[in-house]
């Protein structure tokens, strides 16, 4: 992260960008799906806002005007004045893209916007506010079209000056209070603003003075404080809130932006504003108001300033500078804290301190908050939890190593050392169980992006797609959770471009124009499992057919079962698209998928049905970090195999042992033959082969489904190992997925299952095709 | 501990000599990270002969490399009296098994002389230049950026 507490500030802007985007997305969808609560209507509102306030702060303007235009609309759905139709969500959902577009472009992180594309939505959507386009000059991204509904007047940040005690002169004209000014409208001159501050505005730094300061820049502001409420001094609560301002503002400005000055308090104080008719303009009765200069704003409306709440003291001390001070602090408490759950909320922001430190608490985040208490979080540094990680790892060694020389000692079970230690790997566990708990986060992160996706492949495919999303909570370790939009997106890429039908064809065969695509996830034993459906054609299993013989894949002679025809996609070289789509034919193919999941220590399946549809399911483990493995000892050495590929493990009887060909081994398991791999001669540990009769055989499955028999000496036990990459010092080594470090302090090797039985497989049949030679 | 005469005043390396059977080979002292004794290694399948396997360093996974296999040279079993010498070479971290640790020694770049013909091809491959210290030794100053297994090596052994 930079020096430059400005571009801290602003890269914590963007992180919060994301989030904001992410929570506008699920709330457009819940209101595309039905959900038209005027809480959700209000989010969406929120969100947009906070993205253009921040935006603002950092001079943005393309940013700015884009999303000003979006909330103008969505002040329309949330004020009722217009209702939430389907035209106007589907709009929004593609104005949100474009709003994503921009701020990734503001960012850096994105090519610049297409200013066609912006331009074309800005004018749909203002016609969906006003029934016809206000902004001209379409094409110019940057004209001042619109500018003068900009009811927007950001407050630039100079975060220089935080750090010293200097500040210099507000760069705003106090003047603005008394400034004549001319009312536009005949009918409505102004408004009446009844403001009653709760203790928690206070709390969360913000000031009636600053509030009255925004709302004078909309036009001249009378204000009249009630200090009825105030109690006397003995039943005096300090920190309550007792006064009520009201507020005159003569100018016929926009609600919105009226209510835009309140927005980061609304839900801390009682507001009500009321609009003032021109026959009620006596309200007005003092509009050449001479004192209300800014520095002495807050005192000159106090009668008494000793009287007051001591959170309202300081605002009857401010001078310029604090106000400054405050208002950059304010400001910056509005960047950085949007949104709601990642935010230690500390009680009173110090403007000196460094903003990002500081991590001021926002009004908005608890007015968001507020709705449904959010939990107290915070953000964490993800290298210090990697830290953390690694050293708990370590522990678990460390642990496990000392139970193993406390035993080797020849110590009673019941000794108190025993006993001790036996407390100490329950609480070892604990701990590692909650540390990769701090690390496990909810797939949401990915699903959010992924109708976006549908949405582009729909238009780009003419096709109709509505995506129904399951399961968005369902959390696994952050490493997982990044590697995970990769294959989905390209799974829902493949199931929207060769799964689902066009709308004719579609109709033709009975059923609606709009094809459904569904993405679930789930925890299923230790694993999670993704499951992208779609009630398309399915897989025309003569075409993969053909293809594979084509492709020299399989033989025209090989008996294929129905689901094996289906996994033929997943070989290398094969792809089905007729003609290479934009879509999806990108020349990866779904062994690349299949591989990327894999290399994820998880496994891909398809099952397709005949004119209903198809569905892929993947199921990976939850973490990277640690896995679940069964301890096995061949020759001298000790492995580990990964539980999750074990189907039994069995001693076999001799007579289910037979040899083909006289050499290569199979067993009779469940009345169906399957290799059995020498372990300790497939890794070369050992010469000679393995006695069959004294080892233990685990069946293992591969991702493939294959089954296979691996032969050990000895099975030790089942144990949860730390994974450690053979890589990071090393290199690949085949039929080794990656290293631990077990009890005894020594490595153990992870096995690489499909790796075994593919080697295993590819001797045998090197060995036959030898033998036939001969 | 030897002196190294140097050629020209100043000394710009600091050197750690190291043997391996008769021989004395040498790797600059920055790149040694620490010395430890032998340890039993896990081998590792369908690796070349010299990678002895890998150890558990402190958590992290040590693959450890038997130098004077990997220069050609005859090598017993390692016993208790050999050490590793950890050393990074590029963004990794290696286990050097050698003999013994000799010396530390002192040169500037311009004591170094090139490597005469009479060396084996596959010591020459890892040498970059050899010289003398007192007392008629000879050291070769190696390079370890090529020591570890190239792709292909490893996944032809």
Redesign the interface.
Known sequence: MSDDPFEAIKVTFFQECEELLGDLETNLLALESGDTDIETINACFRAVHSVKGGAGAFGLEDLVRFAHVFETLMDELRSGRKPVDDITVRTLLRASDVLNDHVSAARGAGPAVDAERSQALIAELETLTHGAPVSAAPGAGTASAGEDDFGFTPLTLALDDLGGGELPPLDLPPLAFIAPYAPANQEQTGWKIVFRPHPRLYANANETGLLIRELGRLGPVTVEMDDSGVPLLDALEPNDSHLVWTMTLDAAVPEIDVRDVFDFVETDCDLNITPIMSGAAEVLPDLGLPDIGLPELGVSDLADPLELPAADASAGEVDIAALVALAQADTAARLNGEAPPLEVVSPAPQPQAAPVAARTPPAAAASQGAATQAPVTIRVDLERVDRLI?AV??LV?QQAMLAQRVYESGLARSSDISLGLEDLELLTREIQDSVMAIRAQPVKSVFQRMPRLVREVADMTGKRVKLITAGEDTEVDKTVVERLAEPITHMLRNAIDHGLETPQEREAAGKPAEGTVKLAALHRSGRIVIEISDDGKGINRQRVRAIAEERGLITPEQVLTDDEVDNLIFLPGFSTAKEITDVSGRGVGMDVVRRSIQSLGGRISISSNPGKGSTFSMSLPLTLAVLDGMVVGAAD?TLVAPLAAIVESLTPKPEDIHLVGGVDPVLMFRDEFVPLIDVAR????RDVPTELRGGVVMIVETEAGQRAGLLVDAIHGQRQVVI???E????H????AA?T?LGD?????ILDIDALVTTGRRRNSTRSDLKMAS | MTQVTPNVAGTDRELIAFRIGEQEFCVDIMSVREIRGWTPATPLPRSPAYMKGVINLRGTVLPIIDLGARFGLQTGEPTERHVIMVAHVGSRLVGLLVDAVSDIVQLTDASIQPTPDVASESVKAFVKGIFAVEGGRMISLIDLEHVLPAEAEAEAA
């Open positions: 690694n790892g370590e060694i050495q497939s890794m070369g540990f450690k990459s053979l990071t010092n090393y290199r080594v085949e039929g080794v290293a470090i302090g020594r490595v153990a090797l």
